[in-house]
């Protein structure tokens, strides 16, 4: 086994973007997520890549609808109210077909909020947030070791599929630190070839044009439904989740990112006291695994979502679970951690509701 | 189902800001994984006024680590007096603990937890700089857990330490080992 290092969660991230090819960075600093970007400032031109720090949101996202239209790996990193401020641009991007990755180090919300960890921002990353129809691959990671693994694969998801993949961490994996080990760095040969659509300078090759939009409404429809094709493929090959203790549970959590993580400590606590409580956290928030939490419906007598806001996922959980099993919600909002302690409470609550 | 490996331990830093608590809890932390076992470390983070308290969380263990949010810790190392009164009465049932009895000068309420004083403060001054306290903590808590050596626990300190002045390492291990001799028979 290599040497582990020890890494705050943003630094990790932003370490294993650039091992996974990332070359250019455009962003704005915002906590909790400065580090990353602090992080991309000092060693990107130390290894000949190109960072910038841009005068705003709305010019990072714009940068790097630029950059992506060359087919070069282009990322930025910010929060909660940051992505908002790049939603127009993100729109853009994936109407346009392109590879961009981004990372949400989600703060409390709405509006300005505050700086702690939070789950909100579900609804904007995957249902939309920016306007038209399209869809954002997104993925969220639990641990600092899966989230640099994560920075390697939404790299390639997003040259695979032409679309752009959104990282949702939260405040604390961001603060956190662990000891993670980093894979190398990927050799230029593993980089994708975008040669057929790119736009690096015409020179003597047939013309090629890179457009989110058609004024013609049957021509749009025909670029929209190509990319609902794709949407399709992505929903049928790039789910991904963990099961965790789920073969004779009675109960099943469904949480995400670092909420995932700590109802593990919840889940434990639960089957000391004799409630068989399991998990199945996505790892894609979209694609969403609801097969795997349909199939859970079948032997779990409920399906508990625990999210660190009002509720957001959960919805996604209902139409998965669709009225089989009762589907309590426990949530905290504002930047408020739930702990393990508190969530076993909540848990026995329900679970007496139903026994 | 046991909770966690028996090296398991939670402990929650905490002090004033530049008492020294985080650098408490990643040298912990650094150690940790040199000796090749799980461990997270999350920092109290957010707007703090100057003389704010401040406290870190170090969760050690030989399983990997489920929740690196604790309520209910193994252990506490409180510096200060805000930071008794806030988390003395988290602490488990048979946990531990540690008071810098240079700063707090009244005792805690609990009788089901083990509670040990070091004078953090007079040690580090003894040694020649009173910046030294925070090692001095260290040290002790590293003799009454016996969760890392402390050599380990030194080799973590010249590696956060490698390009200072080697006085001040020297120092800091003298800190290290005086902590460690202050909590033996208590």
Known sequence: MADKTLLKGTEAMAEAALRAGCQVYFGYPITPQSELIEYMAKRMPEIGRTFLQAESEVAAVNMIYGAACTGTRVMTSTSSPGFSLMMEGVSYIAGAVLPAVFINVVRGGPGLGDIQPAQSDYFQGTKGGGHGDYRLIVLSPATIQEAVNMMFDAFDLADRYLNPVLIIADGLLGQMMEPVELPDFLMPDRMPNHDSWALRGKGTRKKHSVTSFDLDPLKLEEMNLANFEKYRKIQQKEVRYEEYLMDDAEVAFVAYGTMGRILKTTIRMAREAGIKAGMIRPITLWPFPEKPIQEAAKKVKMVMSVEMSMGQMVEDVRLAVSGKVPTPFYGRTGGVVPTPTEVFEALKREWEAIV | ?186
Request: net charge neutral; charged share 20%; glycine share 12%.
């Open chain 2, 1 to 186: 189902m046991s909770l966690s490996g028996k090296k398991y331990h939670s402990t929650i830093i905490s002090g004033f800001g530049g008492q020294g608590v985080m650098l408490i809890g990643q040298t912990l932390t650094y150690a940790a994984m040199t000796e090749k076992l799980h461990v997270t470390w999350i920092p109290s983070y957010g707007p703090e006024m100057r003389g704010g308290t401040a406290n870190c969380t170090v969760v050690i263990d030989e399983e990997p680590i489920g929740s690196p949010v604790i309520d209910r810790p193994t252990d506490v190392i409180a510096m200060n007096i805000p930071s008794l009164l806030k988390f003395e009465k988290c602490i488990l049932p048979g946990g531990t603990l540690l008071l810098n009895t240079s700063v707090i000068d009244r005792e805690p309420t609990r009788t089901d937890i083990h509670v040990y004083r070091v004078n953090a403060g007079e040690i580090a001054g003894k040694i020649g700089n009173d910046k030294v306290a925070n090692m001095v903590i260290l040290g002790a808590f590293c003799g009454i857990t016996g969760v890392l050596s402390l050599e380990s626990v030194q080799h973590a300190m010249e590696k956060k330490l490698a390009g200072k002045k080697p006085e001040l390492l020297e120092m800091n291990v003298r800190a290290l080992q005086a902590g460690k001799i202050a909590i033996e028979g208590q």
